[in-house]
């Protein structure tokens, strides 16, 4: 499932990156730009622009969208896309750009890493498509608490 966001929910698309899904988001992004990435690579447009969905290509379906409440905390915007397309939190994404985090080796993260993490961690992903590499730091414990927060949004229905 891939996502393309409006300008408008850049903090969405990391969130929904966060719950495991591809969402791509570009800072002021022109409305018929979106509309056409979005066809072009059978995403899911995300947007909170009224006027976006009367778009001819959004109105008669060849591009799939929804309507995502704007003044809505982004943690309640990514339960109800989640809970508007029956989809669960998965395994995160890279928060920069969304791509697949891949296992890597701690010899091979070693010299990437500084010396307290190397000290400290011993498993490491590497994004797919940017290389950014990750581990579970300090501020781990805080982001996963947030997920478990959107897990429970998503099953209660709120």
């Known amino acids: 499932m891939l996502f393309v966001c409006d300008a408008m929910l850049g903090g969405l698309s990391r969130w929904l990156r966060a719950a495991g899904y591809d969402a791509r988001f570009e800072h002021g992004i022109d409305d018929g730009a979106l509309v056409e990435l979005a ?11 009224r006027p976006l969905f009367d778009r001819t290509k959004v109105r008669d379906g060849h ?3 929804l309507f995502v409440p704007r003044h809505r905390p982004v943690l309640e915007q990514a339960a109800f896309v989640l809970r508007a397309l029956s989809l669960p939190v998965r395994d995160a994404r890279c928060m920069g750009c ?13 010299p990437l890493v500084p010396p307290r993490t190397r000290a400290s961690c011993d498993e490491f992903w590497r994004c797919d498509r940017c290389a950014h590499l990750y581990w579970h730091g300090t501020h781990w414990s805080k ?3 947030r997920r ?9 229905g709120s």
């Open 143 to 145: 982001i996963e608490a």
């Open 148 to 156: 478990d927060e959107l897990r429970e949004a998503v099953a209660q």
């Open 63 to 65: 591009v799939r969208a």
């Open 98 to 110: 969304g791509g697949e985090l891949v296992a890597l080796d701690a010899a091979a993260a070693s």
């Open 39 to 49: 066809e072009r690579t059978g995403a899911t447009l995300l947007s909170s622009d």
